[in-house]
């Protein structure tokens, strides 16, 4: 029998639908999921796949990446890569894996909602194989931290960071069951697909691999890669769904895409801005944190914008302001509260360090440096202990990260807004705004700082805190470099010393 060519069976297959008659079409399809409140079904037809493939496709592609991943990966434990490494270099993997690994079995959870719920069948049939490309992002991380698990227990973290309270991680949990769990299909997409996934995380899966092939980590760079290969196919799907949306109901498209960009941008500040800017030797960067942004996000964010007929966030300006200075704020903040951290941060504030910074950031010294200036002296005098925190930080009750850290030192104004009887606190007025146009998507979630003053964290303490974040002493951050590159300040300094 002869094998039919793709294209004489295709058409059929990807348009699998049919008119219910056991159940209501409401109830197998329910608006809440499908999102598609407002945009009549028929539009729905118009939904044309960004890419075609079929499962016999999909999986002789797939192979390939794996064979190639699966080669490369044994090819390094034999070489003793890991052990080599740079400790600073090293750090950003514990990060990542902790960070995001369990972010991409959400993705799976996601696309699985598409596959069963999105409004147009060839959505639905597209998803199932970005259900199958997440699996695989999940696994392989899993897989690549279970390998170096023996090297150090912090990689324990790929699959337990989301199971414990750790500050950082209820960040990223608490845009993870926004945007991905519960958001019905339409939102998610825009959010997910065309928000994340075509721009942040070319970030952390090309940028940031380019950095750590320079830096030697070749395995974390080479998964990273072959992760995104499958990110750039599937977050298309964004595309016709955005187009349909604009026809019916722009404004909502806008709002959605609005509220997750800022969140997401607040996220890869902290996970990004740091890796790139701090953690990676400065000899191997390629670029800054801010350039990446600029030419991997905000260039391809706006042509989208353009594209699809859609304005500029009303908080444009405000961002590109905070480019030049949000990530130091967090950098900042996360060496100080290293105790809260289940990696060892690099300070990466050395006199070579600081002089790149300088070059990529003009305001850096005035901001940051000053700071730093405080911390070093402070080092260099024995008083470690006037390095590290007592107490946690305000958290704003959106994006659940501390106030005071999206932009320089200078704009540490909290925001307010009052709903059903309580005030809840805000890291920008983009942040405020973002609650006050969904206030019941957010109110009555308590954020960590929240539940130590409600007397749910006890002892109420830094080490009750500790405790009730999971974090046990051999994985608790502390300076990645134990303090040695603060010395080249002290021989300036003999009084200090
Ligand atoms: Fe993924
Ligand atoms: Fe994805």
Same mark, same amino acid.
């Given at each position: %029998? +002869? ?5 004489d ?20 399809? =329910? ?10 079904k ?8 960004p ?10 592609? !797939?192979?390939e ?10 090819a ?25 690994? %369990?972010?991409? !079995? %959400? ?9 069963? @719920?999105?409004?147009?069948? +060839? ?7 970005g ?26 973290w ?19 069951d926004?945007?991905?769990l ?56 964004? @595309? ?20 997750? @960009?800022w969140?997401a ?10 890796? %790139? ?26 042509? /989208? ?13 405000? @961002? ?45 010294e ?24 007592? /107490? ?37 007025d ?28 006890? =002892? ?11 974090? /046990? =002493? ?18 300036? +300094? =003999?009084?200090?010393?």
């Amino acid at each position: %029998m +002869r094998l039919l060519n793709r294209d004489d069976w295709y058409e059929i297959s990807h348009d699998l639908d049919w008119t219910l008659s056991y159940v209501e079409e409401r109830d197998a399809f =329910p608006a809440e999921w499908t999102g598609s409140g407002g945009v009549p079904k028929a539009a729905w037809q118009a939904w044309e796949e960004p890419f075609r493939i079929s499962y016999r496709d999909y999986v002789g592609v !797939q192979r390939e990446k794996e064979a190639g991943v699966a080669g490369v990966r044994d090819a390094l434990k034999r070489a003793h890569i890991y052990e080599h490494l740079d400790p600073a270099v090293a750090a950003i993997s514990h990060f990542h894996m902790g960070a995001l690994c %369990m972010v991409e !079995q %959400m993705a799976v959870t996601m696309l699985g909602h598409f596959a069963r @719920f999105a409004p147009s069948p +060839r959505w639905r049939n597209i998803s199932v194989f970005g259900m199958l490309d997440e699996i695989r992002h999940a696994q392989l991380q899993l897989l690549f931290s279970h390998d170096l698990l023996k090297h150090d227990p912090r990689f324990d973290w790929c699959q337990k960071a989301f199971h414990t309270n750790e500050w950082g991680i209820v960040a990223i949990r608490s845009f993870c069951d926004d945007w991905l769990l519960n958001a019905n299909c339409v939102d998610a997409a825009l959010a997910v697909h065309l928000t994340v996934e075509h721009g942040f995380t070319n970030m952390q899966f090309v940028a940031l691999a380019a950095d750590a092939m320079e830096s030697g980590d070749i395995g974390f760079s080479n998964l990273l890669s072959s992760i995104q290969t499958d990110e750039a196919r599937h977050a298309q799907q964004g @595309f016709p769904t955005l187009e349909i949306l604009m026809k019916h109901d722009p404004q909502r498209a806008q709002r959605v895409i609005d509220v997750s @960009f800022w969140r997401a941008f607040r996220l890869f500040q902290a996970i990004t801005g740091t890796a %790139m800017d701090y953690y990676t030797p400065v000899g191997k960067r390629k670029m800054s944190f801010k350039e990446f942004m600029l030419e991997w996000v905000v260039d391809q964010h706006e042509r /989208t914008l353009r594209d699809y007929g859609l304005e500029r966030p009303w908080y444009w300006e405000t @961002f590109l302001k905070c480019l030049d200075h949000g990530h130091h704020a967090l950098h900042l903040g996360m060496w100080f509260w290293r105790p809260t951290l289940f990696w060892k941060p690099n300070a990466g504030v050395s006199r070579a360090e600081r002089q790149w910074l300088n070059g990529k950031y003009p305001d850096w010294e005035e901001s940051w440096g000053v700071l730093w200036d405080e911390i070093i002296k402070n080092i260099n005098t024995g008083d470690i202990a006037k390095t590290l925190p007592e /107490t946690l930080p305000a958290l704003c009750n959106l994006t659940q990260l501390p106030i005071g850290t999206h932009w320089d030192r200078h704009h540490l104004e909290c925001f307010e807004s009052r709903y059903d009887g309580r005030t809840y606190h805000f890291d920008s007025d983009v942040s405020k705004w973002c609650f006050d146009l969904e206030p019941t998507r957010y109110a009555g979630h308590l954020n960590v700082v929240d539940r130590f003053v409600a007397g749910l964290i006890q =002892p109420p303490n830094l080490a009750g805190a500790l405790a009730w974040m999971g974090l /046990t =002493p051999e994985v608790m951050g502390d300076d990645v470099y134990d303090y040695r590159w603060a010395a080249e300040f002290n021989r300036d +300094r =003999p009084a200090a010393a």
